[in-house]
């Protein structure tokens, strides 16, 4: 364990137990005709308290101090409590998917690729290590924008650490999984 102490209020590493979903964390990909971006989910169980309350913490300094941006050339500048942010509820927002229940989650998105390792900080290199549906921490920091009319906080993603494998996400299968049974089919009869 490291005795660095993390100094900037605006970043959190988020608890061993946040679950990835959408993880486009290999290739940049383009939302909505934008500039491709490395993006993921974090699914964070409502009971882990400890990372939700350093998030709310980190939006709360992201605000603060960027209150000049967000004013931008209005008079005054707008209540959090009226700004877009990213801790979002699951049961609220996602109903319908199983993956969302009892927890928050935050969409975490940057330009660069973020660095991947993982429970013994080495650098996962097979791709096929990290899909959506694993668990692990992220290293994750909060901003002000006010761009196009739209203001709020934002968060960029900086690095992620796999903890443990996962149930994937998205009903896809891994090839791992289909071709374990030794039994052949009877493709041939």
């Known amino acids: 364990m490291s005795n660095v102490k993390n100094t900037n209020p605006m ?4 608890g061993p137990n946040t679950r990835w979903s959408y993880a486009n964390v290999w290739e940049p990909k383009s939302i909505n005709g934008g500039a ?3 993006s993921v989910s974090l699914i964070i169980p409502k ?17 603060k101090e960027g209150e000049s941006k967000l004013k ?3 008079r005054s500048v707008p209540a959090l409590s009226v700004l877009k942010t990213p801790l979002r509820d699951g049961d609220t927002e996602r109903p319908d998917d199983e993956a969302y229940a009892d927890s928050y ?3 975490a998105n940057s330009a660069s690729a973020p660095g991947i390792v993982d429970a ?11 899909y959506s549906g694993v668990y692990g921490r992220a290293s994750i920091n ?9 203001k709020g906080i934002a968060c960029g993603l900086n690095n992620l650490q796999k903890v ?15 071709f374990a049974s030794e039994e052949e089919d009877d493709f041939l009869a």
């Open 105 to 107: 989650f935050i969409n």
């Open 36 to 38: 491709p971006k490395y």
């Open 120 to 130: 013994d900080r080495q650098p996962v290199i097979d791709r096929s290590e990290v």
């Open 11 to 14: 970043k959190v590493i988020t």
């Open 142 to 150: 909060f901003y002000a924008f006010n761009s196009n009319g739209n």
């Open 47 to 63: 009971a882990d308290t400890k990372t939700v309350d350093k998030i709310q913490a980190a939006i709360e300094a992201a605000y």
């Open 72 to 74: 931008g050339s209005g």
């Open 164 to 178: 443990k494998d996962g149930e994937p996400l998205g009903g896809k299968s891994r090839a791992e999984d289909d």
